[in-house]
Structures are given as C-alpha cells and as structure tokens.
Nanobody, 118 residues
Framework: QMQLVESGGGLVQAGGSLRLSCAAS????????MGWFRQAPGKEREFLTR????????YYADSVKGRFTISRDNAKNTVYLQMNSLKPEDTAVYYC???????????WGQGTQVTVSS
C-alpha cells in the first residue's frame, strides 16, 4: 500500500499563489506517475496534471496550463503543485494521486481545501 498526505491548502485572494505538497510513503516502488486532481462542490473530479516520476515529464490540462506547475523531489518522495494567478473558479478540494501506469490512479490522498476569494 501507498499512503499520500497533502498539505498546503488554504484561503487566498484572487491573483495569489499557493503551493500544495503531497508526501508519499509505503510502497512507493509501484508508483510510475503522480498527479493532481480537484473537485469543486457539485462538480465531477477534474484531472489537472501529472508527472512521470522517473523522467520528470509533465502533462497539464488546458484549464491550468501556464498557471500551475507540478514538480517532484525524489529524496523527499514528495510531489508539489505550484498554483499561480489563482481564480475564484479554482476553489475546490485538491487531491494528489499515484498511478502504476500513468493513466490509472489507484492511490489517493485525503484532499486539501483551496479557497480563492474574489
């Protein structure tokens, strides 16, 4: 099993920035990629970005491209989501997840709330 713990959420004004962290522990050898998702009230969970752990290659959804950046720290087994130019519509619970193949995410963190005020 792999455990994922997010941190770094909070309240920020529109135009501001936040950095989310997700620390992985346990069976991290099964991790091929890690990603970030979010879910706003009344909406479906939305994929945001993912990083191939060994290569560092990244992919972004159009909704966050150019504003959000995913990165990882191998030594700390931690993935980050730097969020800039935040908008009220970015308000959601943000989740990190791990994937064994880059497309199926089967380990999830508990989520961290991000609220962007206008």
């Amino acid at each position: 099993q792999m455990q994922l713990v997010e941190s770094g959420g909070g309240l920020v004004q529109a135009g501001g920035s936040l950095r989310l962290s997700c620390a992985a522990s346990g069976r991290t050898s099964s991790r091929y990629a890690m990603g970030w998702f979010r879910q706003a009230p009344g909406k479906e969970r939305e994929f945001l970005t993912r990083i191939i752990w060994s290569l560092g290659s990244t992919y972004y959804a159009d909704s966050v491209k150019g504003r959000f950046t995913i990165s990882r720290d191998n030594a700390k087994n931690t993935v980050y989501l730097q969020m800039n130019s935040l908008k009220p519509e970015d308000t959601a619970v943000y989740y990190c997840a791990a994937s064994p193949d880059g497309s199926t995410f089967n380990y999830w963190g508990q989520g961290t709330q991000v609220t962007v005020s206008s």
